[in-house]
Structures are given as structure tokens and as C-alpha cells.
């Protein structure tokens, strides 16, 4: 992860610090910050480390730094046309990426331009909305992650609230009303620059590519895209509202009702009153101009049935040795699916002339990055799972590149995908029970 600067740090801390102290300030000279290249330089390197795919211009990174002058220059012209008030963004390019259960999900890809304004714009206006947001949220925030959102439905489920209602809210990144949204950014920023540019990001045209190859421009009136480097902060600014509402109403307090949210992930916790509970976040998406999933929002009783929560499958169940309930969380079954899947899709015959080592690189990062997201609490059952699919998959995929016709296991053990071809071997144990080990 990259380190932020100093002097940016200490301008964020300012603004946190301010934002915090006074809940009713409104920010009118942050524009001037947007330009200066230290922030223009650390939102190009932020961005660059997202690896993302190049917008409709075709722009990459290696093209920018190849020509002369490189990366310098070209954050030297971004900072001129801000300063003289010139930037206008680019259409957004939708592409289509594939859902873990089926179907595709839009993405926006602005380009390299935009997404190094944006992040330079969110950059400065960040903390002073992190000033406002709630400790319930934790969808891309600073030092917030999707484990310690699981983390929290876990200690209110061992509380006792094991009534859980399982929110969805009908494509909320495609569905935010514009106007309403800029009403909650004016709360905290006047600066008229800011707005400005905001509101040249949410009704940037998308193209989209047809099938006989041309492109179709397509006017955006609503949503804030998915892909877009300022859109997930501007969704957690809309969100907030219903956050918000939650503290200053006391919900947690008087209805004994904890919501944990990431990003537009929500469940509820509760001990009963999930009709009455259900019914008033009905009402606040309803004033949001939002809706909720009916064929996917469902309560669930976790001390008889899972729910699924960011990829996990959580719920109580009672300890072999104990006999007592706990909250367990696994990879779900949509996960394991997904990630054997494309185990699959990489090991199949098509790549029977692709070098091994090739195939095995691709196999690794795909498995190491699913396993470094997964495994964390009762994971050893899944753990072990992908192990021996990694295996068998390996095996499968070198008997046709070598045309064995027996099993293949004589020819190739287990140990020597690991020990002379290098596959990944999955750690099978959860890390709190190697802790536990370590520290026993």
C-alpha cells in the first residue's frame, strides 16, 4: 500500500480535524488543493496501482510515461487545465464484468485523465466526510475493510441478535439520484469548483461497444459508476443518511438493532421487531428515491439457517466439543463455486500449448488472491477443498498436455506440483488456530 505524504497527510488531518469540530462548517477553498502536483503526483501513483483497464481514448500508463516529458508533463498539463479552469471530462466506457452467481455487472472506466482528477479530488474532500460517516460503515473507507464489517456481525450474533434481516438494495450505484446526492455534498462544501466537477463526473456520457463494433453514447441522468475512482465515496456520503438516522434515532439502543454496511452490503441484527425495523428502512430508501430487493432481501433466524455477508456464509452452530452456540463464518458455496470455476476455466484443454509455468502463474494469482480474502474464520473445510482441486485440476490438465492416458497420480504425486512446479499450496488451517498454536 502506498505511503501517503506528509504534507498531504497533514492537510487531510486539518480537514478531519475541522469537520469533526464543527459539524455545521461548510468547506469553500479546496479547489486551489485539487491542482497542486504533490496531490496531482499521489493520485497518479494511486491510481496506477489500481491497475485499471485504459478508457475510450485507449490511453495506458506506459503510453503516457513512453512519450516525452512522461508522467511529469502530463501532471504538469492536468494541473494547467484545472488552474485555468479548462477540464472537461471524457465519456465513461461500460464494459461488462461476470457476477459470481450469474449474469454481468456494468462497469464505468473513465479515463486515465479523469481517474487521476478524481482521486486528486477525492483526496482533499475525503476526510471531511469521514469526519461525518458512522462506525457502522466500512465499505471503502481508509483503514476499514470487509473483514472487521464481518467481524461486527459476528459480535452482535454472539450478543444474541440472531435475528437478521438480509438487506438488497435494486441496483443502488445505477439508481442515485443526482440532485439529491448534491444536496448532501453542498452540506459540507461550498466550493463551487468542487460541485462543479462532481457534477461533470455524474453526467459524463457512457459508450458502450455493440456487437458490429461501433460505439453508442448513452446520456446519464442517474447512478454514480461503478469503476469511477470518486464513486464509491459519493455512494457512502448518500448512504450516510440512513446511518445517520440510525444513531440520532437510537435504534441500536432502544430497538436493540445493530446495522452493519459495506457499502451498499447492509444486515441488520436484531432481537425480534424485524417487521417494525424492515418497514422504517423501507421508508428511508422510499425518501431516497431507493429501492429494496424484495426477491432477495429475506430475515433470516441465524441460530437455524446461514446468511450470506460480503462472500461469507455466516450463522450460529453449536461447538463439537463444547456444545455451545457460536457464530461461524465459512467461504459460501457461490464462493467456492466461483473460484473452482475459474480453476477450471484456466486448466482446460485450450491451454494445452501454453507453457506449464505460464499456466501455473495464472493458477497462483487467482488462488492466492481468493485465499487471502477467504481465509479468515472457520475456513479449514474450504481451505482443504480448494487444495485438492488445485490438484486435481493440475493433474487433469498435464495428462492431456502429455497425453497420459492412466490417472496420472504414479506420473505426478501431490508434492510435485508443489515441490517442482511451483503450485501455490493452500494454507489449510484458519489463522486463529495457527495463532493459538503460536501463542500456546
Not at 486448466?347 to 487467482?366: D, F, G, K, L
Request: a positive charge; aromatic letters at 10%; one cysteine or more.
Amino acid at each position: 500500500m502506498l505511503k501517503t505524504p506528509e504534507k498531504i497527510r497533514e492537510l487531510q488531518r486539518k480537514l478531519y480535524r475541522k469537520a469533526k469540530q464543527e459539524k455545521e462548517y461548510r468547506f469553500y477553498l479546496l479547489y486551489d488543493k485539487t491542482y497542486r502536483l504533490d496531490i496531482l503526483s499521489y493520485a497518479y501513483s494511486l491510481v496506477k496501482a489500481n491497475k485499471g483497464a485504459p478508457g475510450i481514448d485507449g490511453e495506458t500508463f506506459n503510453s503516457i510515461e513512453e512519450r516525452e516529458g512522461g508522467a511529469e508533463k502530463y501532471l504538469e498539463e492536468i494541473a494547467g487545465e484545472l488552474k485555468r479552469k479548462d477540464y472537461k471530462p471524457q465519456a465513461v466506457r461500460r464494459v461488462y464484468i461476470p457476477k459470481a452467481a450469474g449474469g454481468k455487472r456494468p462497469l464505468g472506466i473513465p479515463v486515465i485523465k479523469d481517474r487521476v482528477v478524481q482521486m486528486a479530488v477525492k483526496i482533499v474532500i475525503e476526510p471531511i466526510f469521514e469526519a461525518d460517516f458512522q462506525d457502522n460503515s466500512y465499505g471503502f473507507r481508509p483503514r476499514r475493510n470487509a473483514h472487521q464489517a464481518v467481524e461486527d456481525v459476528k459480535n452482535h450474533l454472539f450478543k444474541g441478535k440472531t435475528d437478521v434481516i438480509n438487506a438488497d438494495i435494486s441496483k443502488y450505484f445505477d439508481t442515485i439520484p443526482h440532485d439529491r446526492l448534491m444536496q448532501l455534498v453542498a452540506k459540507r462544501i461550498v466550493d463551487k469548483q468542487i460541485l462543479k466537477l462532481i457534477k461533470m463526473w455524474l453526467k459524463a456520457p457512457i459508450v458502450e461497444e455493440r456487437e458490429d463494433g461501433k460505439k453508442e453514447y448513452k446520456g446519464n441522468e442517474k447512478g454514480t459508476p461503478q469503476g469511477g475512482v470518486i464513486s464509491p465515496l459519493l455512494a457512502n456520503i448518500y448512504l450516510n443518511v440512513l446511518d445517520t438516522l440510525w444513531v440520532n434515532k437510537r435504534v441500536q439502543e432502544r430497538l436493540g438493532a445493530r446495522l452493519v454496511r459495506y457499502a451498499d452490503d447492509c444486515v441488520i441484527l436484531c432481537r425480534g421487531n424485524t417487521d417494525r425495523i424492515l418497514n422504517g428502512v423501507r421508508r428511508v430508501f422510499d425518501n431516497l428515491g431507493l429501492n429494496l430487493n424484495e426477491e432477495k432481501t429475506h430475515v433470516v433466524d441465524a441460530r437455524r439457517e446461514m446468511f450470506n455477508f460480503l462472500g461469507f456464509s455466516m450463522g450460529m452452530k453449536r461447538g463439537r466439543k463444547t456444545g455451545k452456540l457460536y457464530p461461524h463464518t465459512e467461504p459460501s458455496k457461490k464462493a467456492l463455486k466461483h473460484i473452482r470455476s475459474e480453476i477450471k476455466r484456466l486448466t482446460t484443454e485450450q491451454y494445452s500449448a501454453t507453457p506449464t509455468e505460464v499456466v501455473i502463474r495464472r493458477v497462483n494469482e487467482v488462488a492466492r488472491g481468493w485465499v487471502g480474502y477467504f481465509r479468515f474464520g472457520n475456513c479449514t473445510k474450504a481451505m482443504s477443498s480448494l487444495r485438492y482441486y488445485l490438484g486435481y485440476r493440475m493433474r487433469i490438465y498435464l495428462r492431456r498436455k502429455h497425453h497420459y492416458l492412466s490417472s496420472g497420480y504414479n506420473a505426478y504425486p501431490d508434492r510435485y506440483y508443489f515441490d517442482s512446479l511451483g503450485l501455490y499450496e493452500v494454507p489449510t488451517k484458519a489463522p486463529w488456530v495457527q495463532n493459538v498454536k503460536a501463542t500456546g
